[in-house]
């Protein structure tokens, strides 16, 4: 309870922070007033509550003094937070004036083809997977950042806590997915206890990888296979996920670990793709040069 006072007690100064300067500035002249004249005027000096008097004008210069602060501290915020407002309305700007340079250098496909997929970073081509499979009648749970335990996708039907089958997305437009990858994702499946495994890759697979699937109860997807599932939507499901697959920079991979963009930079033998939040994280991912997709190799 205490600690539930001490936080209203914040909440209050808080307000009346973020409130105009001119109302402390009212406040400070309204109890200075009546602590200075207007109580004292009514405590008549003979009587006991004389006394009081000479604290009550102690008290309302210190009243003034407080309510003077604030008002200070009330403008000193207005100025920040009209400062940041110019900088968020410059930032828009910014963003813009990048989206616009983005959709030039890079224009939105006006349908989807095996061309178009391999356009996408590796975090694009997750999504897009979750929201084929939401289109398709599924429920979805994405990881957003971090190890993702070989889980990308996780689609559920009936049952809300216990998924029907896992996915696992490869931008992988230069290599085939091999065995080995495919047999992880079996261990995964067990590990989970689930019965039905996906494999969603860009390009394809090898011969043992097709089959271990057949094998198995995994479906190994490739690049033209998922295209192929995309056009059997209705049209407005199509547009729909071609417009969010290519908003913004749909290029450039996102770091696995932060969720952010990362940024080409040279090495001393060649070009890799690194995390803006280095030397906290680490992330390094070899550019491709000759990939439709550079960062495809490495999600």
Known sequence: MARK????RKGGLQELI?????????????????????????????TLFGVLRPILETLSWIVLCGFGAAAALAALHARVEAARQVRHAEAAQAQHARQAALDAMMPRPA?????????????RIELLCARYYEAAGFRTETQATGPDGGIDVKL??????HPIA?????????????????RELLGVMAHVKVARGIVVSTGGYS???????????????????????????????????????????????TCPS????????????????????????KTLIPVARESAQPQAAAA
């Open 207 to 253: 011969q043992d990888a097709l089959a271990f699937g057949a094998a198995n109860p995994i479906q190994l997807l490739d690049g033209q296979a998922l295209v192929d599932k995309l056009l059997q939507l209705a049209p407005a499901q199509q547009a729909a996920l071609l417009a969010s697959s290519f908003e913004g920079d749909y290029r450039t991979p």
């Open 156 to 161: 559920y039907k009936n049952d809300p806590i």
């Open 18 to 46: 973020e409130m105009p300067w001119r109302v402390s500035v009212m406040l400070a002249v309204v109890f200075f007033v009546c602590l200075r004249w207007i109580v004292p005027a009514l405590i008549p000096a003979s």
């Open 111 to 123: 349908a989807w083809s095996l061309e178009a997929l391999r356009q996408l970073e590796w975090k």
């Open 5 to 8: 006072g001490k936080r209203n």
């Open 166 to 182: 896992i996915v696992q997305c490869k931008a992988w437009n230069t290599r085939p997915v091999g065995v080995k990858e495919v």
């Open 258 to 281: 932060c969720g952010v963009k990362l940024r080409e930079r040279s090495g001393k033998r060649a070009s890799f793709w690194g995390c803006k939040n280095y030397p906290r994280c």
